[in-house]
């Protein structure tokens, strides 16, 4: 059974340089990786794979079952991996509403957690979220905030509980 690396950071802090760093060093190529085809699985809350793995669409379920079948998805997909592999998350650590924590420890290897200035973060998450500096400081400072990427639709990715940027680094 396969373990898992989680690459965890509060958005726009990194992780993304991170996977291409990582993925440069590990295919230890001349020829530098395409950012969009990273090694390593998509970011944790990919609705796609969740889906896919849960055997059932996310947005038949309510939040809170939804917060709790990642877990089973993850032991899931390290059944089937036969390598350890790192995965990004964005989401705050904590426990599901079962008092378990989302992040399985019977399949993790190990945490890089990837810290940003927050004051370096701010304009990059304004932009990053489509709002104006005021609003993504308000976000950064809001121990609830949450996201879930969308392209008009149903979102792309399930609902990442961020907290506020110092309740994540603490998490």
């Known amino acids: 059974m396969a373990k898992i690396i989680w690459l965890a950071s509060y958005p726009k802090a990194g992780n993304t340089w991170m996977r291409a760093l ?11 990786a395409d950012i969009n085809m990273l090694d ?4 944790a809350s990919a609705r796609l794979w969740f889906d896919e793995w849960a055997g059932i669409e996310a947005s038949a379920l309510e939040d809170c079952v939804i ?4 877990l089973e998805v993850y032991r899931c ?6 390598e350890t592999f790192y995965m990004k998350v964005h989401d ?8 378990e924590p989302m992040f399985p420890p019977d399949v993790t290897a190990g945490v890089v957690y990837i810290l ?5 973060m701010a304009m990059s998450c304004a932009h990053h979220w489509g709002v104006t500096m005021e609003k993504a400081v308000e976000n950064m400072c809001d ?6 990427r969308s ?14 940027w110092s309740g994540h680094a603490q998490s």
């Open 151 to 164: 392209f008009g639709g149903l979102s792309d990715q399930l609902r990442q509980r961020l907290r506020s």
């Open 67 to 70: 917060e709790r079948l990642p």
């Open 116 to 120: 940003r200035n927050r004051l370096d």
């Open 40 to 43: 390593g699985k998509p970011i």
């Open 92 to 99: 705050a650590w904590a426990l599901t509403d079962r008092n």
């Open 22 to 32: 990582l993925t440069n060093f590990l295919r230890n190529s001349d020829t530098p």
């Open 143 to 148: 121990p609830e905030h949450a996201i879930a």
């Open 77 to 82: 997909m390290a059944r089937e991996f036969l």
